[in-house]
């Protein structure tokens, strides 16, 4: 007592070719059948029991899709704020002392780099190069003026 099984999707599409077949053209010659663009125009009257995920097999043929292109690749992170962070703290730093004329050259070196690469901003970076070569001068200064101090002690 078990239910016949459901004619397969094939069958069922040669069935309905057969339907749309001229009189003389035989059953398997598909001639008079609908295209393509009728069986899009037409939806699902021709297909009674497509799933509705159909429209998403619709949806991929046309002129609407795009053709497939690789994802823009992130930028690397970015050089300048850091530079003008060092810059600002050797400033502040050469103001009190000129023993952390180190921190004004990394400060330096650091904006340079950050002058070369591309998607860096030149502004930050221009600012951080002034603030860091000012600090190294305060800096170098602070030690200039220490340096006769220590004779005398």
Request: net charge neutral; aromatic share 8%.
């Given at each position: 007592m078990s239910a016949p099984t459901p004619p397969s999707r094939r069958a069922r599409k040669a069935a309905q070719d057969a339907a749309f077949a001229p009189a003389g053209a035989g059953a398997g010659a598909g001639v008079g059948g609908p295209t393509a663009a009728e069986q899009i125009a037409a939806g699902d009257a021709f297909d009674d029991e497509r799933l509705p995920t159909a429209q998403l097999e619709r949806a991929?043929?046309?002129?609407?899709v795009l053709p497939w292109s690789p994802p823009v690749p992130?930028?690397?992170?970015?050089?300048?704020?850091?530079?003008?962070?060092l810059a600002v703290a050797a400033l502040v730093a050469s103001l009190f002392a000129g023993v952390l004329l180190p921190l004004g050259v990394v400060a330096i070196v650091s904006s340079i780099i950050s002058l070369r690469r591309a998607?860096?901003?030149?502004?930050v970076a221009v600012w951080a190069l002034v603030l860091a070569v000012v600090s190294v001068v305060f800096s170098a200064g602070w030690l200039f003026w220490a340096l006769p101090q220590l004779s005398t002690i």
């Amino acid at each position: 007592m078990s239910a016949p099984t459901p004619p397969s999707r094939r069958a069922r599409k040669a069935a309905q070719d057969a339907a749309f077949a001229p009189a003389g053209a035989g059953a398997g010659a598909g001639v008079g059948g609908p295209t393509a663009a009728e069986q899009i125009a037409a939806g699902d009257a021709f297909d009674d029991e497509r799933l509705p995920t159909a429209q998403l097999e619709r949806a991929a043929f046309g002129e609407h899709v795009l053709p497939w292109s690789p994802p823009v690749p992130t930028a690397p992170p970015s050089v300048a704020p850091w530079a003008l962070a060092l810059a600002v703290a050797a400033l502040v730093a050469s103001l009190f002392a000129g023993v952390l004329l180190p921190l004004g050259v990394v400060a330096i070196v650091s904006s340079i780099i950050s002058l070369r690469r591309a998607h860096d901003s030149r502004r930050v970076a221009v600012w951080a190069l002034v603030l860091a070569v000012v600090s190294v001068v305060f800096s170098a200064g602070w030690l200039f003026w220490a340096l006769p101090q220590l004779s005398t002690i």
